[in-house]
């Protein structure tokens, strides 16, 4: 069965419900042809891994190191036992969800994931205690390959 015929076959359909809880017929019929690649393609996302790894700290309250990192599924699922950041910290994670768009982009698109981002930083959003907050801390994103 070719790519395209794929959605219309009736096990598949069935399956996108049972792994999308409340998809419906329409709800597949309508999959852009983004998101259809994207489903097609997720063995591949599943291949890579995001990683935000500490390269700055000033004045965390969660008292991170340089190296503590979140990893997250190239889906955008946090992998607890693989971060090393003390805390799950809504305002950092937050500032991840682009990256996540960004992997999926790359991976999906067979650019080469072991390049870094151009823009491969990013900063929780607390502003630090002169601007009347706890501390900030800066990650580098980058994209990490399973074999």
Same mark, same amino acid.
């Given at each position: 069965? !070719?790519?395209?015929?794929?959605?219309?076959?009736?096990?598949? %359909?069935?399956?996108? *419900?049972? !792994?999308? !809880?409340?998809?419906? =017929?329409? =709800?597949?019929?309508?999959?852009?042809?983004?998101? /259809?690649?994207?489903?097609?393609?997720?063995?591949?996302?599943?291949?890579? *891994?995001?990683?935000?790894?500490?390269?700055?700290?000033?004045?965390?309250?969660? %008292?991170? /190191?340089?190296? =503590? *990192?979140?990893?997250?599924?190239?889906?955008? /699922?946090?992998?607890?036992?693989?971060?090393?950041?003390?805390?799950?910290?809504?305002?950092?994670?937050?500032?991840?969800?682009?990256?996540?768009?960004?992997?999926?982009? %790359?991976?999906?698109?067979? +650019?080469?994931?072991?390049?870094?981002?151009?823009?491969? /930083?990013? %900063?929780?959003?607390?502003?630090?205690?002169?601007?009347?907050?706890?501390?900030? +801390?800066?990650? *580098?994103?980058?994209?990490?390959?399973?074999?």
């Amino acid at each position: 069965m !070719k790519d395209k015929d794929i959605f219309q076959d009736q096990e598949f %359909r069935q399956s996108l *419900k049972e !792994k999308f !809880k409340g998809w419906t =017929d329409g =709800d597949i019929d309508n999959l852009t042809p983004a998101q /259809r690649n994207l489903i097609l393609n997720l063995d591949k996302l599943h291949k890579h *891994k995001l990683v935000a790894e500490v390269v700055e700290v000033k004045g965390c309250a969660y %008292r991170p /190191r340089i190296g =503590d *990192k979140y990893v997250f599924t190239a889906t955008g /699922r946090l992998i607890p036992e693989e971060t090393t950041f003390p805390k799950i910290c809504a305002a950092a994670i937050s500032q991840m969800i682009s990256w996540v768009w960004m992997t999926h982009d %790359r991976v999906l698109s067979g +650019v080469d994931t072991t390049q870094p981002f151009f823009l491969d /930083r990013v %900063r929780c959003l607390d502003m630090g205690p002169e601007r009347g907050g706890w501390g900030n +801390v800066v990650f *580098k994103m980058y994209i990490q390959k399973e074999d």
